[in-house]
């Protein structure tokens, strides 16, 4: 008697395992436990979603010293609704930051470009702040075939 | 060489480079484009003989517009534009481009900062028609 109990109790305890796992969303599966942390550090109290930006940059990439980036957010620019900031994380370099941005309702378009270091192959996250608080997110995935030197 | 002549240490400044039009409408969006002569050494790599190269890095970006013509009594105020942190993943001598509006005429001023005491201020102006 106990015993058949005990099975039960087993069993769905199992079962209610299994689901949990499987309702994990897919972006916290996707996304690098480092990169994730990042973007939770930048979002702060905001969930970060993906969505509403685009991380612009060749999938492969030939030489690692100067990659050039371009990172679009969909918004209107107007003083009710901007961007406030963009944030660019790296998983792999030496140090995962790339670069902050600080935008203001001036901008006029939230579009800002550069040229980054890539030590290999790896993840890039770009984030965007918005004026109500809320974090967007764009993971792009760059193959890189000459690595940017970490030594000479 | 006499012990009282030294040779001072020259600043040179950085080459630079920024696009901008030289006239815009009144509300109209403009793209900037900079870029700054800089090593932006890293401080992960080695040099031939072992050593460490130091950290050499350009810090900070900051972009501020001073209108020129500011209303009677009130004195020119300086309105932040745009502004970037960079580290060592940003390549060899930074470039960056971004965006404004521009309302009136007035003189964009592009300061860089950086180790070693690096700073350099750039201004470019731009004519409302």
Same mark, same amino acid.
């Given at each position: 008697m106990t015993m058949t109990a005990t099975r039960r109790q087993f069993l769905a305890a199992g079962t209610a395992i299994t689901a949990g796992v499987l309702v994990r969303p897919a972006t916290l599966l996707a996304q690098d436990d480092a990169l994730a942390s990042l973007v939770k550090a930048y979002a702060g109290s905001a969930t970060p979603r993906e969505g509403r930006v685009k991380l612009n940059v060749a999938?492969? =990439?030939?030489?690692? $010293?100067s990659v050039p980036i371009e990172v679009v957010v969909?918004? &209107?620019?107007t003083a009710t609704e901007h961007v406030v900031g963009i944030a660019v994380f790296n #998983?792999?370099? /030496?140090?995962?930051? =790339?670069a902050l941005f600080v935008l203001g &309702?001036?901008?006029?378009?939230?579009r800002v470009a550069t040229r980054i270091r890539l030590a290999t192959t790896q993840k890039l996250v770009a984030v965007a702040k918005m004026n109500d608080g809320s974090c967007w997110t764009h993971t792009v995935e760059v193959i890189v075939t000459l690595a940017a030197c970490i030594e000479d | 060489m006499s012990p009282s002549l030294r040779v001072l240490k020259i600043n040179h400044m950085a080459r630079t480079v920024i696009t901008i039009p030289a006239t815009a409408k009144r509300g109209e969006v403009i793209e900037i484009r900079v870029l700054i002569q800089h090593?932006? #050494? !890293?401080?992960y790599r080695r040099s031939s003989e072992g050593a460490m190269l130091a950290r050499d890095l350009i810090r900070r970006f900051s972009c501020q517009f001073e209108p020129?013509?500011? /209303?009677? $009594? !009130?004195?020119?105020k300086s309105e932040a534009v745009f502004s970037a942190t960079l580290y060592a993943a940003i390549a060899a001598n930074p470039y960056l481009s971004f965006h404004t509006v521009v309302n009136s005429s007035g003189v964009f001023v592009m300061q860089w900062d950086g180790d070693n005491g690096f700073a350099q201020t750039e201004h470019a102006a731009i004519t409302v028609r």
């Open positions: 999938p492969l =990439v030939d030489n690692g $010293n969909d918004s &209107p620019m #998983e792999k370099n /030496p140090q995962h930051d =790339v &309702p001036n901008a006029g378009r939230a | 090593p932006m #050494e !890293t401080g020129l013509a500011a /209303p009677a $009594n !009130t004195p020119a």
